[in-house]
């Protein structure tokens, strides 16, 4: 679909979406509720299929999928790297600015261009580091790819040859010869945005080196754009001596980065017969823009004239990818088809639409990452997965209520219209919540986290308009038409029968939580530096693969001690989702190599290939630490505001408390566990975060309905109805979500594998802390002073946006 197709669609979607909010009658919603569902549909469709890469049976792509597959799925490996200049004599290093960055991504990506590789992403990153991420590169060649990255670049000035160009003329035409020393170079610039390309005889030795180039920049005068440049003494006396013979010559001088003529200057021998002196030049005229004249400048200060530092690494082979997709996929089936015949069996004709809506939701989520371009990586199969549990929640809250609706005697279609109308408020609440934690997460996160935090608010969007618009669409043509005269939903005495005392039994509860915080806490800090993978406090991580013959892990240590490596840890892995068994090992920064190259030397026979290795400096770890911290902070920040705003003061406390109760304890027994934080497990919490959240604001609601209705009773009493009330809910909704990550933690692979146990933990404490603590500390908080929470929660309230 062309642009302009695509901007006149998506016009017409957004006309249709008002009008469907903005009119009352029951049968034109329900008509524009099904044009929108379609169109929607027919528009992520066309977007997204092919998904994959199409390939022929010799496996050449035929056609290229939509969907962009981070490195970790197909393959690759990514660099940070850092500009490192040396201190001068006064021991300040050089002041790395944004020009000399950007001359040196496209230094670098010329060097990448030479690995022929399809999309290699050189980008800026921060103020002096770069990310260079290149795909499909093999293990032979990633040692190639860092050492080019590693490489100096080298600045020089030559002469070119006197009547360079009438001497070239004659060689075409094969009247003279190249001279000795000389060879024929293709400088290519732009000129007033255009294209140029001259040919030039330059000789082959330097007659002077960049490093003499103490400053340089462009600036503007009556004659147009030029570039100043200044040497250092002894390089000023050189310049001094080439300048007058090129002035003598009438020729020029070739300025050459990496092998590269980037520019051939002259030099005005009326104006400066004996040579440019005093350490100062000015390269002007030719028509140079300002682009021009400030990446000369760029050039001229070299920005790569020392080694780069490389921060960290990142790498995974095309065959870890592929298997991963696998895994991914395998996981995510199991998950839905879980989950599906759970919803089917309890919900019966209800459940289908359930189901209806869920395939609409994932068909909206993968659309929307092909429209927008986002990038597909393993924690965002993660999220993907995690959606599909996440996506059940938005039909159980409204199926709860309808439930509660055909019980009090209303009319089917009156019961219909009631639920939806009422969950509008709890659904809206809960998943604004999870977009907060989400759209931190992308902002502070890097790499692959990025990618869950994209999946999981794309997934929440399209499952809260799936359930919300696309479902009702679906029950509102079935009660018109007829097609169905009653719904029967399963009942479950202990969950649907709701009178349990959860507040009377507070104390214990509280009890019971502060004596797992307190064992959680302990277990963390005996484990101390321990707790933290390569992730934040740097190091190397190795993942082999046996293609042949297994290797134990005592044979591993045994094989790689005799190069005093320190403390190595070694992990024998599983994947069960394709039966296969891998060897990690975990290491100091940069001794990677040695170890692989150790263990393919002592095992032969186990046929060990390279299916991941990443390396992160310490200075990076730290960073992400940091950053991590901040990212949960401000998450808390985040979500204790907007419960202040939706709802009162003393329930942003309890959800507080909540959220840093399900996290101490989480992390706690993932250490309990042996556990390593990683990278990763940020989205984790996060994640884990979200989703206390989610489950709280559920009981919130129900609580504020209660204090809004005027009914009778103690406070303490209208909230434990409330707890009842959304028992059913909060037991389902995490049922179906532990069903969806139990197949991600037992199919899902290796790499995935502490994200979905960290998840487990986190959904069961968290809905326990929904349950248990939240409301409890509601209640203390809110009669510290003896205020009235329901003369607090009864004034008028920030509604939502809209009601569906």
């Not at 927008?372 to 959606?387: D, E, N, Q, R, Y």
Request: overall charge neutral; hydrophobic content about 50%.
């Amino acid at each position: 679909m062309t642009p302009v197709w695509t901007f006149f669609y998506g016009l017409i979607l957004l006309i249709i979406f008002g009008w469907y909010f903005a009119t009352d009658l029951g049968r034109r919603k329900r008509i524009l509720g099904s044009v929108l569902t379609v169109m929607l549909v027919a528009f992520c469709l066309e977007s997204v299929v092919p998904p994959l890469d199409v390939k022929d049976a010799s496996g050449k792509i035929v056609k290229f999928g939509k969907i962009h597959l981070g490195l970790d799925l197909q393959g690759g490996t990514s660099f940070l790297i850092r500009l490192d200049p040396p201190a001068d004599e006064k021991g300040e290093k050089k002041k790395i600015t944004t020009d000399m960055v950007e001359q040196a991504v496209e230094a670098i990506r010329k060097r990448i261009d030479a690995f022929g590789v399809s999309e290699p992403v050189i980008a800026p990153e921060g103020e002096d580091r770069i990310l260079v991420q290149i795909p499909g590169l093999d293990a032979a060649r990633i040692d190639e790819a860092r050492e080019q990255l590693r490489k100096v670049a080298k600045l020089e000035f030559k002469l070119v040859y006197p009547g360079s160009e009438a001497l070239l003329r004659q060689i075409s035409a094969g009247q003279a010869v190249i001279p000795p020393g000389y060879s024929i170079e293709t400088l290519s610039e732009e000129r007033s945005g255009k294209p140029v390309e001259r040919k030039y005889l330059v000789k082959r030795k330097a007659d002077l080196l960049g490093e003499r180039v103490t400053h340089a920049g462009a600036f503007f005068d009556s004659t147009g754009w030029g570039v100043g440049l200044e040497f250092d003494s002894q390089g000023a006396s050189e310049f001094t001596r080439l300048t007058k013979q090129v002035a003598n010559d009438r020729s020029a001088m070739a300025i050459v980065l990496d092998g590269k003529v980037i520019s051939a200057p002259g030099v005005d021998g009326d104006k400066y017969p004996e040579g440019i002196m005093g350490g100062r030049a000015q390269i002007s005229g030719g028509g140079m823009n300002e682009k021009e004249a400030r990446n000369l400048a760029s050039a001229l200060q070299n920005p790569l004239q020392t080694p780069v530092v490389i921060m960290e690494e990142r790498g995974a082979s095309a065959t870890l990818g592929t298997d991963s997709i696998h895994s991914g996929v395998f996981a995510g089936i199991g998950g839905l088809i879980l989950v599906l015949i759970f919803v089917v069996i309890y919900y019966r004709f209800a459940g289908l639409v359930a189901v209806f809506g869920l395939v609409v939701n994932i068909v909206l989520l993968f659309g929307a990452m092909a429209m927008f371009g986002f990038v597909l990586t393993l924690p965002g199969i993660a999220g993907v997965i995690l959606t599909i549990g996440l996506a059940v929640d938005a039909n159980v809250l409204i199926y709860e209520r309808l439930r509660e609706e055909l019980a009090s005697g209303k009319s089917l279609s009156s019961s219909v219209e009631a639920a939806y109308d009422k969950a509008f408020s709890v659904i809206f609440d809960a998943n604004a919540t999870t977009l907060i934690t989400a759209a931190i997460l992308f902002w502070k996160a890097s790499g692959p986290v990025k990618g869950f935090a994209v999946t999981l608010t794309a997934g929440i969007i399209a499952s809260v308009f799936s359930a919300m618009i696309v479902t009702r669409t679906v029950f509102g043509w079935a009660l018109e038409t007829g097609f169905i005269k009653r719904i029967t939903l399963m009942h479950i005495p202990w969950i649907t029968d709701k009178n349990h005392d959860f507040l009377g039994k507070r104390f214990l509860w509280i009890g019971i939580s502060l004596t797992v915080i307190a064992i959680s806490a302990v277990g963390f800090t005996l484990r101390g530096d321990k707790n933290f993978g390569v992730d934040f406090k740097g190091g190397d991580v190795l993942l082999l693969e046996p293609t042949k013959g297994q290797v134990s892990e005592a044979q591993v240590h045994e094989a790689i001690a005799p190069l005093n490596l320190g403390e190595v840890i070694v992990l024998k892995e599983h994947d069960a989702g394709l039966n296969k068994d891998y060897v990690s090992i975990r290491s100091a920064f940069e001794t990677s190599e040695s170890i692989k190259a150790q263990l393919m030397k002592e095992f032969p026979q186990a046929g060990f290939e390279v299916r991941q290795q990443d390396k992160v400096g310490k200075l990076v770890g730290g960073e992400l630490a940091r950053n991590s911290v901040i990212a949960l902070g401000l998450g808390m920040l985040g979500i204790l505001i907007y419960v202040t705003m939706r709802f009162e003061f003393s329930f942003a406390i309890g959800a507080l408390v909540a959220l840093l109760h399900d996290i101490i304890i989480t992390v706690g027994l993932f250490a309990i566990f042996g556990r390593e934080l990683s990278l990763v497990m940020v989205g984790a919490i996060l994640t884990i975060a979200g989703y206390s959240i989610n489950d709280t604001i559920v009981v919130y609601d129900r609580i504020r309905e209660g204090l809004h209705s005027g009914r009778k009773g103690s406070i303490e009493s209208i909230m434990n109805a409330s707890i009842n009330e959304t028992l059913s809910r909060t037991l389902l909704t995490s049922g179906c979500t532990l069903l969806s990550v139990a197949a991600l933690f037992f199919f899902g692979g290796p790499v995935l594998h502490d994200f979905a146990f960290a998840i487990l933990i986190g959904i069961v404490v968290g809905t326990y802390s929904s349950i248990f603590i939240a409301s409890p500390i509601v209640l203390w908080w809110s009669g510290r002073k003896g205020q009235s929470l329901k003369g607090e929660v009864t004034k008028p309230a920030v509604s939502p946006i809209a009601k569906a």
